[in-house]
Every structure is written in structure tokens, then in C-alpha cells.
């Protein structure tokens, strides 16, 4: 692969005559450009053998060769020149476009190098992204990976820390507190209910169970006693223990 000699490249260049830049207008511009000093001129051209036989601009038609024209010219600040091969007086191929800022002459850059200055940057971004993002991850082998970022910690420590509000109570103390005012209300049945807020209580009529006759209540008792006053069965002796025929 032959070697690529950057001072080939001369999109990172510029050059000016401050001497030039108050005078400078359509008719002398390619003068200008055609100084000496200038990196961007190539004195092999068709322009500087007319210009060496005091020919006119115009012979440039009848030449073959590279030459430089005034594409397009806005006074005072812009004007743009073109580089080119001329094949015949109706045929030509254009190579570079420079143009003129206020006197200092830049390279206007072809499409490929615009594409590729683009990607480049592009790719430059992304890869900053990537080796930001690796710094921030980390690994270890019981957790696994994770993010580790600065601002958060920061913001973490900057924010006010907030006490946790402690639950009255507990899912099962509510649960048995439930439980006791259910037994306490079988037991003890509200006497008055109120259907609305703001209405009268209505009382609540309690049917009681009829009580047993005051006969039946003595003969119980009668049986209960006599079941006391019976006398205990005798304890038997215990048996008898006899001698084993031999």
C-alpha cells in the first residue's frame, strides 16, 4: 500500500494576502489566486502561459489542459473558483472548487471527504459513549453486573431523608381485633341502632327465651339430690389366693 502524503491534503489549510483584500473584485480576483505564494495554484495551468504571452482570459477555450475559471462571484466578500481539465473547447472536468472569504482562500471539500468527516465523527461520539458507559458498569461475582454512577450518589446524599411512617398496626393485630368485637357483639347485642347519620335510634327489640316452669326447676334439683344421698356400691374384698395342687 503506497504511503499517503498529507501535504496533499490541503482542506486544513487557508492562505491570504492582506495586501490583495481591499482591492480585490470580479476582474482581479484570478490575479489574486494566481500569486505565487498561494498553495492552492498550480503554475503548470493554462492560466499562467496566457498569462506569460499577455493573452486574454478568453484563450483559455482554445487551450487543452488544466486551467481555473471565476464560478461565481458575490462582492465583496464571496468568491468562488473553480479547477479544472479542460478536453476540448465545449468539454471540460471539473476537479476542485476553492472559495474566497474576505480575502482568505479555503478548499472547498469534495462529497466523499464531507461523508467521511461526518462518519468519522459519528463514530468518534459513539465510541466516547461506550467506553463512558464501560467505566460506570461493574461486576462482581455473587451480585452480578450493575451500574455505578456518581450523580446518583451525589443526588441520593442531597436529598432529604425521609422517616418511614410506621402502619398503627398489623394485619393480624386488625384481624383479631376483628374476631373480639364479633364474640362481644354475639354476646352482648346492640339494644339501639341508628339506620342514618343525624336519625333517631330505633331500639332493638331482644327476644329473650322462655324460662322453664319452677315445677320442672324442683323436681331437677329433687333428682340431683337423691343421685348424691344414694349410698356407695360396697368394696368387694379382694380374692382369695389358693394353694397349687402339686
Known amino acids: 500500500m503506497a504511503s499517503v502524503d498529507f501535504r496533499d491534503n490541503l482542506l486544513g ?17 484570478l490575479e489574486y489566486f ?19 504571452q499577455r ?15 471565476l464560478l461565481h462571484a458575490q462582492e465583496p466578500i464571496l468568491y468562488i473558483i473553480r479547477k479544472q481539465q479542460r478536453q476540448s473547447p465545449t468539454q471540460v472536468v471539473p476537479l476542485a472548487d476553492y472559495y474566497i472569504i474576505a480575502g482568505v482562500v479555503y478548499q472547498a471539500p469534495d462529497l466523499g471527504t464531507v461523508i467521511s468527516s461526518r462518519v468519522l465523527s459519528a463514530v468518534h461520539g459513539i465510541q466516547s459513549a461506550f467506553d463512558e458507559a464501560m467505566s460506570y458498569c461493574r461486576y462482581h461475582p455473587s451480585k452480578g453486573y450493575w451500574w455505578h454512577f456518581k450523580d446518583h450518589e451525589e443526588r441520593e ?13 398489623s394485619l393480624f393485630q386488625r384481624h383479631r381485633v376483628d374476631t373480639l368485637l364479633l364474640d362481644l357483639r354475639s354476646k352482648f347485642p346492640p339494644t ?12 332493638v327489640e331482644v327476644k ?3 324460662e322453664p316452669p319452677t315445677e320442672t326447676v324442683k323436681q331437677e334439683e329433687r333428682e340431683q339430690a337423691t343421685k348424691s344421698s ?17
Not at 13 to 29: E, R
Open 208 to 210: 329473650k327465651e322462655p
Open 13 to 29: 489549510i487557508s492562505w491570504v494576502d492582506s495586501n490583495w483584500v481591499p482591492g480585490l473584485n470580479p476582474g482581479n480576483v
Open 55 to 69: 493573452l486574454t482570459v478568453d484563450h483559455l477555450n482554445q487551450m487543452v489542459g488544466v486551467e481555473y475559471i
Open 230 to 246: 344414694a349410698p356407695a356400691p360396697p368394696n368387694k374384698p379382694p380374692p382369695e389366693k389358693r394353694a397349687r395342687l402339686q
Open 157 to 169: 446524599k442531597a436529598k432529604p431523608k425521609t422517616k418511614k411512617k410506621e402502619e398503627p398496626s
Open 192 to 203: 339501639f341502632y341508628q339506620p342514618k347519620p343525624g336519625e333517631k335510634p330505633i331500639p
Open 34 to 52: 494566481s500569486d505565487r505564494s498561494n498553495p492552492f495554484y498550480d503554475r503548470t495551468c493554462n492560466n499562467e502561459v496566457v498569462k506569460m
